[in-house]
């Protein structure tokens, strides 16, 4: 199939109509290659129209061909040679010491303020607490045990002041709200690709769910969810479980309205 596909692009057909056709002639959608690749259906859909500007640049545009080559059946390393033909041949490769040098100065100044903060924190949490022990009247050994459960919480700020939901409201955000908000929980149980819309067609999420991660998105009325492997993944709606949408490998949509909790 490589010959076939090299021979087309001296007959002066494009890079990314050769791998349109080629893709169509494995049998792939722009979404099942998504998911194989790795690479946004966007970025594929540009590189096949000859857009390599979503890229970022040469060096990267090579490495999505390539990939995208092999997996349609195609000479990777022909329909790469091919794109640095006409776009001025191999570029330099990105050198990873001049880009964390740049970064080096920034990632210093930001970390200043938050080890001083914590540290004032510390402190002045050693002081109460040996001023407490002192008036109480309690033993030496006491201030230590009270430090070391004052210096074991992160390092963030903002973990200091956020509180777990308790169990009942919790599961009464899940279970949606009266005016029709439906709650649409996913859990992955291996990494798969999902688009998940509301009713009116706005993107909340588009990308891949790692495995053994769970995300949760609220929307009026329903959610519409493009599935890349329906046995992939398990779902909750309104707090009702309904397990995986489909099959193993299997694409599909599905629509989970407020009334019903469960897809159509």
């Not at 002639?25 to 998504?34: I, N, R, Y």
């Not at 570029?91 to 920034?106: H, M, S, T, Y």
Request: glycine residues 12%; proline residues 5%.
């Amino acid at each position: 199939m490589g010959n076939e596909e090299t021979s087309g692009q001296e007959g002066g057909r494009s890079i990314g109509a050769t791998l349109a056709e080629a893709r169509r002639a494995a049998g792939l959608t722009v979404e099942q290659l998504s998911a194989r690749s790795r690479v946004r259906d966007t970025l594929i859909k540009a590189i096949e129209r000859d857009e390599f500007s979503l890229c970022g640049g040469d060096f990267y545009a090579r490495g999505h061909i390539r990939n995208l080559a092999k997996l349609v059946g195609l000479d990777a390393e022909a329909v790469v040679h091919e794109f640095d033909q006409l776009h001025g041949g191999v570029p330099l490769p990105v050198r990873a010491a001049a880009v964390f040098q740049a970064e080096r100065p920034l990632k210093i100044r930001q970390r200043r303020s938050p080890n001083w903060a914590m540290a004032m924190a510390v402190a002045l949490a050693v002081i109460v607490v040996f001023g407490v022990v002192r008036t109480m009247g309690g033993a030496g050994d006491t201030p230590t045990a009270e430090v070391r459960s004052v210096s074991a919480p992160p390092a963030s700020p903002s973990t200091s002041i956020v509180k777990a939901p308790e169990p009942e409201k919790r599961e009464a955000s899940l279970a949606g709200a009266a005016d029709g908000t439906v709650v649409f929980r996913v859990r992955a149980e291996r990494s798969s690709r999902l688009d998940v819309r509301d009713a009116k067609g706005r993107r909340l999420f588009s990308g891949t769910l790692k495995a053994g991660k769970t995300s949760v998105w609220k929307a009026k009325t329903g959610v519409r969810v493009t599935f890349g492997d329906g046995g992939a993944v398990s779902l909750q709606v309104n707090g009702r479980n309904l397990g995986a949408p489909g099959r193993p490998g299997q694409s599909l949509k599905r629509f989970y309205g407020a009334a019903t909790a469960s897809g159509r």
